[in-house]
């Protein structure tokens, strides 16, 4: 069962995917505004403001009242249904969606994915122990995107926590994201209740997986709830776990306000609002605030928490999440980790977050070279409300006007591609994935490039030293495949860390890879080589030095800017007589003889010839009815559009997708 | 009536043409530097050879005694009986050659048309199906019709496909009184198994003696029709053919590069470029055959498919289709442009019927109205005038079209003429070289039609990529 490709799923529920689901795909390629998609949502959130009274009181509900948590899962182990039933429990959305009066309000939220949103939600919850009297609870469950393209975005969703539920399907054990989110939430130093899930099902196993937890995370197997999201069995432990076992949050209520800046979204109505976490002090709707990063002052116009929709309170309170709106223009000025404090008091800034970091970039060109205007457009709406992606504008001589882009990782990237073909119908030519090298010269100067074109390719100065990312990869699997994946994980330049059992069947890999052997096809080879029984994830690791040189591609002596990469030596000669042989297949012969060159510099390592058409005779037009003939040339005129033309050299799109998606 | 006014737009040929109207509805970008000169001199620019009356008809006899493996033409295949009889007797009563002829004079009779001047037809061609097949009578009729229609110069070009088999010297001399003068001859192929290999309905003994016949006969003007890239055929049989035909001594020779055509049996079994097919390169090695022997034998290959002897033998009646020039047709699935519309006419007997019905009763539109939309027009004159070794004519061309067409369509061939597929000439017909064409384009302040009179593709390398750079001349047109 695979991470990666499941992951899209995972996306849909998660916080990322927020601005995804709330863009009503259909309406996005009509509206003209950057979100126009929050329309359904400003409208249910202020027809529900108006009519829930009496408004919720905070006040009851001070820090050791609180809690904060989120749930951690590997795709499909039942992160979304234990969320929505929790909410069912806690009365926050009503089981089953069955209320005719909410569906009415929000059936096109519902539609939509209500699970989306009520899943960064508040609930209100009486916690009855034993010979006590109960007690009210407000707990925040905080949505984190489990894909590690986001493990960013996890580590500030977590931020705004302080524990998780570490959710890990019974049948199927730990798997590579439950590694790779268990040790964010660690390195957040959050508290983890370790639950299995799907205990109902006929090959749960949960005695096996809590040894796993024992033996890879070192968890209390007392400790493990055991539940069945889909049958409800178990479920009324949990939020009393939470309570117990999680602690409410440290801010401090008499200190100057500061606030957590830990998400924002664009809402047609409201403008951009801004989810955030009051770390210490409280906030009241009026009060003036300003953005440490940015300097900048608002006035919060509206206050509330997500209860599951927006809804006023009018205030926030300590170690409480909820979301405010302050006339912002674009998200563009909520700068993610940043500190909010009321203004003209002076606060010592949160930690904030690291600043995304663009690990894979790909230039993204209209397929149809005069689509620009359409492509800059589609672009200019999707990175309004997906902050996350850098954009810019860049020209190639094969391509056209186009974009580099810069993503977290490939998932993210793979989402763009297609949020942009199929929202916007823009069809797009994307260059191959590239990962930011750094080249250092004999001058001293160094040179980052996130876009190997721009690497000269016979430089005045030698080239000294290169350096290229790399990543801590975990791989979990069953013992018999280990031996193609070791395979797989040297050819790529990896580099093994970790080999241990987690169980008499699986398997445990940690390995550093550069990050350029996985943007493209490891995580396909991976699927291919276990029979799809491989999970894999990856995490950001440091730069490695490597000894990386250019490989341009030449089509009858001219460079393709388009098709040069950046690979190892080593690889170098292997990558470039692949390109060749792709080249020759998927360029038609031309009315030239086509000569495909791969060379590093001006040392040629690789060549191939396309023979010049020999005909392609216009045949008898019979009887003087030409018109069949002249759609014929109709057709070939159009065929010539959809060429990119290099020299004299006319190269289909399909052939740089083809070529751009296997190499 | 097919027109219930008649329109002043056909008075092209008087001295208020109507040109502007036409020349605005489309094309306003690239005419915006044609000189107004060019726009008023409506009687002899390209952009209004349609609007004047046609002086040729096409006329389409359908019948064959069975259809050939490649062919998609509207055909009626009369079946084996009659190919096994003396054919004059026979075909004489066949109801169904009688019925359609009779239909097919209802249509040349029903045709009216509103041009001032109605000049008599100059060419007349009778292509098929296996025209041969028809009674010399029925083809009399036709004739007659025609003539008593539109007039009939008494030097008009009267040209008639015939297949080998189907004609004996009795029916062409026949026809040849009725004032049949040219004569194409389907041979397609010297060797027995590529004939059968064909589904023709003759043998190779057939060929010889129909070539017997038209030279006994002392047909003047006749051309054979040679296919080239049969499944099975080889360079030395092509070669074989060609020794063959240029040994019978025909004025005219077409060779047929073989379309596999869906629908049809070849296309059903065969893939071009596939074996039993000839390769891609065999192919174009067969046309460069042709090219080389034919013109070796003194033969000018004055069109894509077609070389003749002489100047006098070009087939008067295509070169009104290369000069993109109205003509009628009539018959069953035949095309005709008349008025600036290409109308085909349904290829189905049955609606066929019902359109000369239509005809008779007005119904029918199948003339144009004179306007155009010149952007086809151009990419029509490029197609057509590219098929020809005269070539484009550019001075013309700019003329009708501005010269910003000239010189973006020079601009995307200048590449292939340094390569030498296109072939630019001087008034002389001189040919400009590559350099010189090079620094011409490069230019701006150089009226490239001063120094270049015409665009031609060369022979052969250019004539077989014509599709290739004639759509490129299209994507400047309409980008």
């Known amino acids: 069962m695979g991470s990666m490709y499941r992951a899209s799923k995972t996306l849909k529920s998660s916080r990322q995917a927020l601005t995804l689901l709330f863009n009503p795909v259909k309406s996005i390629g009509r509206d003209p505004s950057c979100s126009g998609l929050h329309q359904a949502y400003g409208f249910s959130s202020d027809s529900k403001q108006n009519s829930r009274e009496p408004a919720i009181d905070l006040t009851q509900f001070p820090s050791e009242k609180i809690r904060n948590f989120s749930i951690i899962a590997h795709i499909d182990h039942g992160k979304s249904t234990l969320a929505d039933r929790l909410m069912e429990l806690t009365g926050t959305i009503k089981k089953g969606h069955g209320q005719p009066q909410y569906l009415d309000k929000l059936q096109v939220e519902r539609e939509r994915g209500i699970t989306v949103k009520a899943q960064t939600a508040t609930m209100f919850y009486e916690n009855k122990v034993k010979d006590q009297e109960a007690s009210a609870f407000l707990l925040n469950l905080i949505d984190t995107p489990g894909h590690v393209d986001f493990s960013y975005e996890v580590s500030r969703s977590l931020s705004a926590c302080q524990g998780a539920l570490l959710v890990v399907d019974a049948a199927q054990g730990v798997q590579a994201q439950t590694v790779a989110n268990f040790y964010l939430a660690f390195e957040a130093n959050l508290t983890i209740v370790p639950v299995i899930n799907k205990i109902d099902q006929p090959t749960a196993d949960p005695d096996r997986v809590k040894a796993q937890l024992k033996s890879m995370f070192d968890l209390d197997t007392d400790e493990v709830l055991l539940v069945s999201a889909k049958t409800g069995l178990g479920l009324e432990h949990v939020l009393p776990a939470v309570i117990e076992r999680i602690p409410p949050p440290p801010g401090i209520s008499d200190s100057p306000l500061r606030m957590l800046l830990f998400d924002s979204f664009f809402n047609e109505y409201k403008g951009v609002v801004c989810y955030v976490s009051v770390v210490d002090g409280m906030l009241t709707k009026g009060d003036k605030v300003s953005f440490a990063a940015t300097g900048q002052s608002y006035e919060v116009l509206d206050v509330g928490i997500m209860h599951p929709e927006l809804t006023s309170t009018g205030m926030l309170l300590t170690g409480q999440v909820g979301y405010i709106v302050t006339g912002m223009r674009t998200t563009k000025e909520a700068r993610i980790g940043d500190t909010i404090y009321r203004t003209k008091t002076t606060v010592e800034p949160l930690p904030g977050f690291k600043p995304v970091r663009h690990m894979v970039f790909s230039g993204v060109y209209p397929a149809d070279g005069s689509d620009f205007e359409a492509l800059t457009h589609a672009i200019e709406k999707l990175t309004c409300n997906d902050a996350s992606v850098s954009v810019a504008k860049e020209t190639s001589a094969a391509l056209g006007m186009g974009f580099r882009c810069g993503f977290l990782g490939l998932l993210h990237m793979d989402v763009f591609h297609q949020r942009l073909e199929q929202e916007y119908g823009t069809q797009v030519i994307s260059t191959i994935p590239t990962v930011p090298y750094t080249f250092e010269y004999s001058d001293g100067s160094k040179l980052q490039v996130q876009n190997p074109a721009a690497l000269p390719s016979n430089p005045k100065y030698r080239v000294t030293a290169s350096w290229e990312p790399t990543v801590i990869a975990t791989i979990i699997l069953p013992s018999e495949y280990v031996g193609a994946v070791i395979n797989l994980c040297s050819d790529r330049r990896g580099q093994q860390l970790e080999y241990t059992f987690i169980d008499a069947q699986r398997v445990f890999l940690k390995y550093q890879l550069p990050l350029r052997e996985i943007v493209v096809d490891f995580y396909d080879e991976l699927k291919s080589i276990t029979s799809g029984y491989a999970s894999f994830d990856y995490e950001d690791a440091e730069y490695q030095k490597s000894d990386l040189v250019k490989l341009d591609i030449l089509l009858n002596g001219q460079a393709v800017d388009a098709l040069a990469t950046i690979v190892h030596n080593q690889k170098a000669y292997r990558v470039g007589k692949e390109l060749v042989e792709k080249l020759k297949n998927f360029i038609e012969r031309q009315m030239f003889e086509v000569m495909i060159q791969a060379a590093i510099g001006s040392k040629i390592i690789a060549r191939d010839t396309i023979s010049a058409m020999r005909k392609n005779v216009l045949a008898k037009c019979y009887g003087g009815d030409i018109t069949r003939k002249k759609k014929l040339l109709e057709k070939q005129k159009e065929g010539k559009k959809r060429m990119k033309r290099v020299g004299s050299v006319d190269i289909p799109h399909e052939a740089f997708q083809q070529i751009l998606k296997v190499s | ?479």
């Open chain 2, 1 to 479: 009536m097919l027109r219930t006014t008649t329109s002043p737009i056909f008075s092209s040929f008087t001295s208020k043409p109507r040109t502007s109207r036409l020349i605005f509805k489309a094309f306003n970008v690239i005419l915006e530097d044609t000189p107004p000169s060019a726009r008023r001199n409506a009687s002899t620019n390209l952009t209004t050879l349609h609007q004047g009356p046609p002086t040729s008809a096409y006329v389409h006899l359908p019948f064959c005694r069975k259809r050939c493996h490649y062919c998609d033409f509207p055909i009626l295949a009369l079946g084996s009986s009659v190919s096994n009889a003396p054919y004059e007797e026979k075909q004489e009563d066949d109801p169904r050659i009688t019925n359609y002829v009779n239909l097919l004079v209802r249509e040349i009779n029903a045709t009216r048309t509103c041009f001032d001047t109605n000049p008599n037809l100059k060419t007349v061609f009778f292509g098929g199906g296996t025209p041969s097949l028809v009674p010399p009578k029925l083809v009399s009729l036709v004739l007659e019709t025609l003539s008593s229609r539109f007039g009939l110069c008494p030097d008009a070009e009267i040209s008639m496909e015939m297949d080998p088999g189907t004609f004996g010297g009795e029916k062409l001399k026949e026809l040849m009184d009725l004032g049949v003068n040219r004569v194409s001859l389907g041979v397609q192929a010297f060797q027995e198994e590529l004939l059968k290999a064909c589904g023709r309905a003759h043998g190779v003994t057939e060929v010889y003696e129909a070539i017997e016949i038209v030279r006994a006969c002392g047909v003047e003007n006749w051309s054979m029709d040679l296919i080239s890239s049969l499944p099975h055929q080889t360079l030395e049989m092509w070669e074989e053919s060609l020794r063959l035909a240029i040994e019978s001594q025909p004025s005219h020779v077409s060779v047929y590069d073989l379309q596999v055509e869906q629908g049809t049996k070849f296309g059903n079994v065969y893939t071009p470029g596939k074996s039993p097919l000839p390769s891609e390169t065999q192919s174009a090695e067969f046309y460069k055959t042709a090219s080389s022997m034919l013109r070796g034998a003194g033969y000018e290959h004055y069109e894509v498919s077609s070389y003749s002897k002489d100047e006098g033998f070009k087939c008067k009646h295509n070169l009104i289709y290369w000069g993109n020039k109205p003509f009628y047709a009539f018959g069953l699935g035949s095309a005709s442009y008349v008025g600036g519309l290409r109308f085909s006419r349904p290829r189905r007997l049955k609606e066929y019927t019902n359109y000369v019905a239509d005809l008779e009763n007005g119904a029918a539109n199948w003339c144009g109205d004179g306007n155009v939309d010149l952007k086809d027009v151009a990419t029509d004159i490029i197609m057509l005038s590219f098929r020809t070794s005269k070539g484009l004519e550019v001075k013309e061309f700019g003329e009708a079209f501005g010269r910003k067409v000239v010189n973006s369509i020079c601009k995307v061939y200048e590449p292939y003429v340094e390569s030498g597929h296109i072939v630019c000439l001087d008034d002389m017909r001189r040919e400009v070289m590559s350099d010189e064409f090079k620094k011409l384009v490069g230019d701006d302040e150089v009226k490239i039609e001063d120094h270049v009179r015409y665009l031609r593709l060369r022979d052969p390398d250019g004539f077989l990529l014509s599709n290739e750079l004639i759509s490129l001349a299209f994507g400047v047109i309409s980008p």
